[in-house]
């Protein structure tokens, strides 16, 4: 039985509303957070009480005395639904902004005034009383960085860029030039977009102008594209035009009709907005927009305040449905896995691994086919997600084919005991480790393979050589560097960062450790290791 982490339950990242242009102007694990979005910036927790509002304020002024003036300002305890322009908006009386961080998912932002006077004027008022950003106070220090990195050496609006790149954080589902251009032209004209893989989901869109790029930057960065997921971080971008030679999934040129040599299939009318995505049946329940009450399209009958309206999303499907969307979702919820090891790949250790991008039903080794497996997981998109982040990984030597099935289900016929001695199907619906039921749906972190894993629910007395020993014992290959986050007092689990030598080293270590049972002296019940790829990109 696993033991709960600290915080869980029915907590989850309500959805981030875009901002107007009108606007524009004037207990998941502790350990996520704490993940994301790291600027060397130390986490705090917001207060919810006055008493609370008290000391994180004497906690400010110890810290401000600490650390040295910076034109750099710390801001935390930021609400769900912030983007920049709410930032802007709220702390341009203290002098001009150059430059705004979000990190959305610790709540907190980096703002870079043009001067140490105008920061000080806004960390000073902020000790001495509230200053509410989105209606909620927030909290106020100077940052240990003189000026914040811009990722992609492209400083501010004042570099006459009308490019930007989008980040897209936590993609639970697919993201197309279909997607994007709903998100972003009812803020500015687009011209060109281009999607791209590269640490992760990015995206370069082009703007008919600069000032365009602009409203743009400062209503969308920070939201989220779909309620809980699809976070949208937004940089200026290197390049001052793009360059596009095919309208598709992945590029697309608004200027020039010629290229569209593709029918806009009926896919296409399934169009992004913040709302629950329509095969998010296990999510939290927290659409933006009314969701429709049959199967037609239609819109809102009422005009949604403080929001960019877009047309409204399908209904929901059952999470074991197999409808399809074309160009977002696979075929089938079940896909074909071969290339996988004789006698190191298992039923469960396809789920350890499968289990990252969405819902494992069922596994089943194929008698025919030796190294060949069937997975069902909980609907198409989730196939979509395998496909794309494990076809072609290696696992103990040998290269995955991850692709769809023309199977609609499976089926537990012609069982038998593979080489371990395990059987050739298994059932893992009723399993708690499936990490896409009810409230955690938006909690996950879709990722690819990646050289560093993150570990959770950890028992507290977990250490750097309990783990090298767990990896001899289990003839996987160790871990290099080690990291453990520090933990909220009343935390009752401990996690933290493995970085290997490579992607492949990592990915053996999860697909054989995931789900491992830990027990200690004197607790009846285990802990359960759960293992997933990170976002770090170094230790």
Partial sequence: MERGAGGGGGHHRAAKRLRTEQEAGGEELEDVEQEQDSAGEEAARSGGTESRSRRRGLKDREDNHCIPPSPVVHVRGLCDAVVEADLVEALDKFGNICYVMMMPFKHQALVEFDSV????????????????????????????SQRISRPTNADDPASGNKVLLLSVQNPLYPITTDVLYKVCNPVGNVHRIVIFKRNGIQAMVEFESVENAQKAKLALNGADIYAGCCTLKIEYARPNRLNVVRNDNTSWDYTKPFLLHRERAKGRQRQAILGDHPSNTYGPQCPLLPLPTNSRYRRSSEEVQDMISYPVLLPRTSSSSSTSFPGHAASSSVAMVSGLHPTQMNCC?????????????????????????????????????????????????????????????????????????????????????????????????????????????????????????????????????????????????????????????AVEALTVLNHHQIRIPNSSNPYTLKLCFSTSSHL
């Fill in 349 to 505: 250790r396809i789920f350890n691994l499968f289990c990252l991008y969405g819902n494992v039903e069922k596994v089943k080794f194929m008698k025919s086919v030796p190294g060949t497996a069937l997975v069902e997981m909980g609907d198409g998109y989730a196939v979509d997600r395998a496909v794309t982040h494990l076809n072609s990984v290696k696992v103990f030597g040998k290269k995955l084919s991850v692709c769809v099935s023309k199977q609609q289900a499976v089926i537990p016929s012609q069982v038998f005991e593979l080489a371990d001695g395990t059987s050739n199907y298994q059932d893992f619906s009723l399993t708690r480790n499936n990490r896409f039921n009810n409230t955690q749906s938006s909690r996950n972190i879709i990722q690819p393979p990646a050289a560093i894993l993150h570990f959770y629910n950890a028992p507290p007395i977990l250490n750097q050589n309990y783990l090298h020993k767990l990896c001899a014992e289990h003839n996987v290959p160790t871990f290099t560097k080690f990291k453990v986050f520090d933990a909220k007092p009343s935390s009752k689990t401990l996690s933290g960062l493995l970085e290997f030598d490579g992607k492949t080293e």
């Fill in 117 to 144: 006077e105008s920061a000080e004027r806004c960390v000073s008022c902020g000790s001495r009383e509230p200053v509410y950003i989105a209606d909620q106070q927030a909290f106020f220090n100077f940052s240990t």
